[in-house]
């Protein structure tokens, strides 16, 4: 069975650090790039951070180049995202996600990404 566990969000005042993380099962998990998607209410996912297999390429949203970065740990089935210089309009709740396919491209990942999703983890910056 395919679960994704995202936590590590939380409340953070403007300017202050998150570190979500993202809990995969997949046995083959480090054939997959994996990514970050954000979601505010009454709007589709969008594409926040991505990272291949094997963590040799990452891919960013415009809004959080130099602010956010992505990361895994294939031995520990993990990915995270540390958030830095956090904005109030960073609000969102944050998911993870697979690439579709066992060694999919990050460019395949941003525009579809495989349809497993977990509870996400609500990031919430005050101003």
């Known amino acids: 069975q395919v679960q994704l566990v995202e936590s590590g969000g939380g409340l953070v005042q403007a300017g202050g650090s998150l570190r979500p993380s993202c809990a995969a099962s997949r046995r083959t998990f480090s054939n997959y790039a994996m990514g970050w998607f954000l979601q505010t209410s009454g709007k589709e996912r969008e594409f926040v951070a991505a990272?291949?297999?094997?963590?040799?390429?990452?891919d960013y949203a415009d809004s959080v180049k130099g602010r956010f970065t992505i990361s895994r740990d294939n031995a520990k089935n993990m990915v995270y995202l540390q958030m830095n210089s956090l904005k109030p309009e960073d609000t969102a709740v944050y998911y993870c996600a697979y690439g579709r396919h066992q060694f999919s491209s990050l460019w395949n990942l941003r525009r579809d990404p495989d349809n497993y999703w977990g509870q996400g983890t609500q990031v919430t910056v005050s101003s």
């Open positions: 990272i291949s297999w094997s963590s040799d390429n990452t």
